[in-house]
T-cell receptor, first 112, second 111 residues
Framework: NAGVTQTPKFQVLKTGQSMTLQCAQD?????MSWYRQDPGMGLRLIHY???????DQGEVPNGYNVSRSTTEDFPLRLLSAAPSQTSVYFC???????????FGPGTRLTVT | RKEVEQDPGPFNVPEGATVAFNCTYS??????FFWYRQDCRKEPKLLMSVYSSGNEDGRFTAQLNRASQYISLLIRDSKLSDSATYLCVVTPPTGRRALTFGSGTRLQVQP
């Protein structure tokens, strides 16, 4: 199993550009989440999904969209990038119930 | 008030020391609790789950105090390799099942 994969690993955007961060998992997990991590702020939940076709907002959803058309994929779309979205983005998945959550390696995004 | 609060540290301890971290959570109906470890610029990884009866894994001991709404992590005989950030994680009550992470406590073990 590849686990949770994220692409790209690094990305630089100009203000106003849009892009999609890709996330995929091959463990057949129901739950998938997107977090951003900023220095001294810990992990903040952006959006999450409890299964294909179901998504919900987290703590900091503004400026981001998600979709979950398959169990495996959970892309995060930045609609119009802003410097405040410079961060490290982690995708994670876990099975139903209170089990270990697995993280992808992260995408380091810089918006200039 | 944050849902999960941790002392950010850093905790600077010598090798061989015993160190303890606490984490408090605000929702008394929280269901499950975990400690994750995050190395610099890496993704978080599960260190251990925290059970009501307390649990131990080698040099690591986790405790849960539901009455006072805190969990703790004790590391005995610290190693240089224990240097990392330790994240407290709480599962909220049924309904919204995304995990909530504390901002982490940084540990630096020194030779």
């Amino acid at each position: 199993n590849a686990g949770v994969t994220q692409t790209p690993k690094f990305q630089v955007l100009k203000t106003g550009q849009s892009m999609t961060l890709q996330c995929a998992q091959d463990m057949n997990h129901e739950y998938m989440s997107w977090y951003r991590q900023d220095p001294g702020m810990g992990l903040r939940l952006i959006h999450y999904s409890v299964g294909a076709g179901i998504t919900d907002q987290g703590e900091v959803p503004n400026g981001y969209n998600v979709s979950r058309s398959t169990t495996e994929d959970f892309p995060l779309r930045l609609l119009s990038a802003a410097p405040s979205q410079t961060s490290v983005y982690f995708c994670a998945s876990r099975p139903t119930g209170d089990h270990e959550q697995y993280f992808g390696p992260g995408t380091r995004l810089t918006v200039t | 008030r944050k849902e999960v609060e941790q002392d950010p540290g850093p905790f600077n301890v010598p090798e061989g020391a015993t160190v303890a971290f606490n984490c408090t959570y605000s929702n008394s109906a929280s269901q499950s609790f975990f400690w994750y470890r995050q190395d610099c610029r890496k993704e978080p990884k599960l260190l251990m789950s925290v059970y009501s009866s307390g649990n131990e894994d080698g040099r690591f001991t986790a405790q849960l105090n539901r009455a006072s709404q805190y969990i703790s992590l004790l590391i005995r005989d610290s190693k240089l390799s224990d240097s990392a950030t330790y994240l407290c994680v709480v599962t909220p009550p049924t309904g919204r099942r995304a995990l909530t992470f504390g901002s982490g406590t940084r540990l630096q073990v020194q030779p």
